[in-house]
């Protein structure tokens, strides 16, 4: 059954916005510190933004002040708003516990920065 399904991956131009979204089915969600992770091709996967159940967040340096974590729990969904995106943002996004716990991985979606 899918327990975590990212959406909302696109292709965009540098400078541009998307927002990602991460249906959870997983249980207990709302006490649940959740975060986003991309990867690349040939490396390894790594958190971005990471948020605790009472809302505080944490992010990568390399997109601290572009990015915003956030969670819905009445509707068990984690977003990541994107903005002033660049070509090196270009990766897969996946949604996860924090830490991760291997069995919740979904799909991800694809993030394209490009002109």
């Known amino acids: 059954q899918v327990q975590l399904e990212e959406s909302g991956g696109d292709l965009v131009q540098p400078g541009g916005s998307l927002r990602l979204s991460c249906a959870a089915s997983?249980?207990?969600?709302?006490?649940?510190?959740m975060g986003w992770y991309r990867q690349t091709p040939g490396k390894q996967r790594d958190l971005v933004a990471g948020?605790?159940?009472?809302?505080?967040?944490n992010y990568a340096d390399s997109v601290r002040g572009r990015f915003t974590i956030s969670r819905d729990n009445a509707k068990n969904t984690l977003y990541l708003q994107m903005n002033s995106l660049k070509p090196e943002d270009t990766a897969v996004y996946y949604c996860?516990?924090?830490?991760?716990?291997?069995?919740?991985w979904g799909q991800g979606t694809q993030v394209t920065v490009s002109s």
């Open positions: 996860n516990t924090n830490p991760v716990l291997p069995r919740y």
């Open positions: 997983i249980s207990f969600f709302s006490i649940r510190a």
């Open positions: 948020i605790t159940s009472g809302g505080n967040t």
